[in-house]
C-alpha cells in the first residue's frame, strides 16, 4: 500500500489498539470509567479517520481490523482463564413456569411483537433516517446506503436488547415510540 493508504493504517491500529485497552479495562478488579472511555475513543476516532479517507469503505477497513484484533484478544483470554471453581447452576430462572402455575402466553407474545416486529420497524426507520441524513449532508447515494444498511442490523440489535432489559410494559412502549419519531423522515422521502 502505498502513502496515501496511511490514514487506513493508522484507523486500524487506533481500531486495534481501542480493543487493547478495552481488553485491559476490562480485567482491572474495579470499573474504570477513563480506561474504558479512551477505548471507546480510541475506537470511535478509527472510525472517524477511515470515514474522512475513504467513507464507508474505510470504516469496514478499519472495522474489519478492530473486530480482528477484538477476536484474537477474546480468543486469548478464553484460552488463558482459569477453570471455574463453581459449578453452574442447573435451574432455569425464569424461563417457564411451575407447573400449575400461569402461563401469561398473551403477555410474552405482547413482548416479542413490540421487541421483534416493531423494533424492526424502527431500526428501519433509523437507518432511513440516517440514509436522509446522508443524502442531505452529500455523503453520495453509495456512502448514504451503506450507512443506512449498517444502522439497520444494529439499532435492531441495540434496540432489542435495550427493550428487552425494561421490567414494565409502560417503559417497552415508551422507548419504542421515542424511536419512532423518525417516521416522518420516511413518510416525507426527505433525502431521496
Partial sequence: MGSGALPLW???LLGAGGVGVLRHAWS???????????????????????????GAWGVSVAALVTTTAAF????????TAPRGRAASSNRRAGMLPQPGEPRHLARR?????????????VALLLGLATRGLGMALG????????????????????????????????????????????????????GS
Fill in 139 to 190: 455523503w453520495g447515494e453509495a456512502n448514504a446506503n451503506v450507512a443506512a444498511l449498517f444502522v439497520v442490523p444494529l439499532g435492531w440489535a441495540v434496540l432489542a436488547t435495550v427493550l428487552l432489559m425494561q421490567t414494565r410494559r409502560m417503559q417497552l412502549l415508551t422507548m419504542a415510540g421515542c424511536a419512532i419519531l423518525c417516521a416522518p423522515l420516511m413518510l416525507t422521502g426527505w
Fill in 109 to 121: 407474545l405482547g413482548t416479542f411483537a413490540i421487541v421483534m416486529p416493531l423494533g424492526f420497524a
Fill in 28 to 54: 482491572l478488579p474495579q470499573r474504570s470509567p477513563g480506561w474504558n472511555a479512551a477505548g471507546w475513543l480510541a475506537i470511535a476516532a478509527a472510525v472517524v479517520v477511515a470515514w474522512g479517507h475513504s
Fill in 72 to 79: 484474537v484478544a477474546l480468543g486469548v483470554a478464553g484460552a
Fill in 10 to 12: 493508522i484507523a486500524g
